[in-house]
Structure formats: structure tokens, C-alpha cells
């Protein structure tokens, strides 16, 4: 009896070693992400091939507003001239 409660304890600790595993690749998967997006928006964003991320958050949100405010220029100039 004692051996098969030895077996149970070990298939049980296996698991939570393989759960505390994934956990560690995922933390390294979201970090390459993150580090893959903030290289995307470098490529994105004109002037900030090698700015730091806080630079570069700021400009995105800079270039978010000015790109809307274009499209809403060329919606009310679409509107007025009926396009």
C-alpha cells in the first residue's frame, strides 16, 4: 500500500514540476513577443528606428491622433464634395 501511495505522490509532484515548466516558457514566450511588437512599431512608426519605449509608446500614440485626425479631414472633405 505504501508503495502505490509513493507512486501517486510522484506522478502528482511530476505534474506540478511540468506545470511550474510551462509557466517559465511562457513568461519567455511573452516576453520575445512584446519584443517582437516593439520592433514592428519601431518599423512602423517614422523616427524611431532606435528609440527607447518610452519614446516609442509616445510617438505611436502621436501618430495614432494625427492619422485620425486625417481621416476625419478627408471624410468631411468627402462629404462635401459628394464623393
Do not use: H, W
Not at 513568461?27 to 513577443?33: M, Q
Not at 512599431?41 to 495614432?64: F, H, N, W
Request: charged fraction near 30%.
Amino acid at each position: 500500500m505504501r508503495r502505490a501511495s509513493l507512486l501517486f505522490m510522484n506522478k502528482r509532484n511530476k505534474k506540478r514540476k511540468m506545470g511550474s515548466l510551462g509557466v517559465r516558457k511562457k513568461v519567455k514566450l511573452d516576453n520575445f513577443s512584446v519584443q517582437r511588437n516593439l520592433s514592428t512599431l519601431r518599423r512602423i512608426i517614422p523616427g524611431c528606428d532606435r528609440a527607447d519605449v518610452d519614446t516609442l509608446i509616445l510617438k505611436s500614440i502621436e501618430q495614432i491622433l494625427k492619422l485620425q485626425l486625417q481621416f476625419s479631414v478627408l471624410k468631411s472633405l468627402s462629404n462635401y464634395f459628394g464623393i
